[in-house]
């Protein structure tokens, strides 16, 4: 099954944030200092919450993917299932 509620990757998230499409990121805490500078400072500037409590094979393992640094959920229904 396949969550549509989810967008991964870096890129992919930064280019929904400004549309207001992301409400929940998840940035893995063994990420580079450069990306979780990027990610945290738009995060901030888009009044975006975020978590740093997962590494990147807990998020990668999660969705089916590889190498995933940044998981952006964009349903709310699905982020209030996540945070039970």
Known sequence: MRARGLISGEENVIAEMPK????????????????????????????????????????????GKENRMVLGITNQGFLKILKK
Not at 24 to 53: G, P
């Open 20 to 63: 207001g499409n992301i409400k929940y990121i998840f940035l893995a805490k063994d990420a580079s200092e450069a990306t979780k500078k990027k990610i945290k400072s738009k995060a901030d500037f888009y009044h975006i919450e975020l978590s740093i409590e997962y590494t990147s094979f807990e998020l990668s393992h999660s969705i």
